[in-house]
């Protein structure tokens, strides 16, 4: 299982994070997390293929986790290979799973956007989820347990048969959820927003990870969503200095974990 940190930044523009994006590879299932701004090209810049893949998962429908979600469907549709020639392969129906509300989101951008989003060729499928479990094709499965955040937030736990699991928090504060989901996996994609000293509700700090990382007993955790004030090494040591004994990996922008 191959996860590649499009991005690992916030809605707060800095020369060398961009907003959230995470594309999982596990076999033969491709899938991408939180396409945030810009995320479709970044993940092309990255030597991944955007429209190949099974499925977009949203946490929440906040835009630094969600905006192109849009260009991704207008991609989609519109995307022309390195020959100018459209695919000859049959599109499928692409699949976004998101928390409850997301519905009505896609259905604004529908209103705003029309045929731009639409094709006869393929149906958009959204799913909406809560806490919910789901088998996937190709040998994966994932599971959806509700966050803490300002709006309607999941993370999410994605297994693969008979072998590695990872957890995404998405955006929350620290809950017993999110020890429940890190406890059934190899490693934790955490959020890592903020320093303690500025603590916000909805948000991780990193003594709240340490807390996750210790009660749960995940062995690797990858810290992610860095706020600008957020220095990601002085993380590393608050979460070490109170007592995580697994490893810690602080996100850049291109690299890619093994889970």
């Known amino acids: 299982m191959e996860l590649f940190l499009i991005g690992t930044g916030t809605c707060s523009p800095v020369k060398d994070r961009t907003p959230a994006c995470y594309f999982l590879r596990a076999g033969t299932s491709r899938i991408i997390i939180d396409p945030g701004p810009g995320a479709v090209h970044r993940i092309a810049q990255r030597g991944l293929d955007a429209m190949d893949v099974d499925a977009i998962f949203l946490s929440h429908h906040h835009l630094d986790h969600s905006a192109d979600v849009a260009p991704w469907l207008f991609s989609y549709k519109y995307c022309l290979g390195p020959d100018s ?9 692409p699949l976004i799973v998101a928390p409850e509300g997301f519905g009505k989101v896609y259905e604004g951008l529908v209103d705003t956007y029309g045929k731009m ?29 509700p966050m803490l955040h ?44 903020l320093p303690d000293e500025r603590r916000m509700e909805g948000h991780m700090t990193p ?42 990996i602080a996100g850049e922008d291109g690299m890619m974990a093994q889970i």
């Open 85 to 93: 020639a459209q695919s000859a392969q049959p599109r499928r129906d």
């Open 117 to 145: 989003l639409l094709s006869d060729d393929y149906k958009v499928r959204i799913e909406e989820v809560n806490r919910t479990e789901w088998q996937w094709p190709g040998g994966l499965s994932f599971r959806s347990i």
């Open 150 to 193: 300002f709006i309607p937030s999941v993370g999410y736990l994605f297994k693969k048969h008979d072998g590695p699991a990872l957890a995404y928090s998405g955006d929350t504060g620290f809950c017993e959820e999110l020890v429940e989901l890190a406890s059934m996996a190899d490693a934790l994609l955490v959020e890592c927003s």
């Open 207 to 248: 003594s709240d990870i340490a807390r996750v990382g210790i009660e749960s007993g995940v062995k690797k955790l990858i810290l992610t969503h860095f706020y600008p004030m957020m220095n990601p090494q002085a993380a590393v040591e608050t979460i070490r200095a109170a007592g995580y004994p697994g490893e810690i």
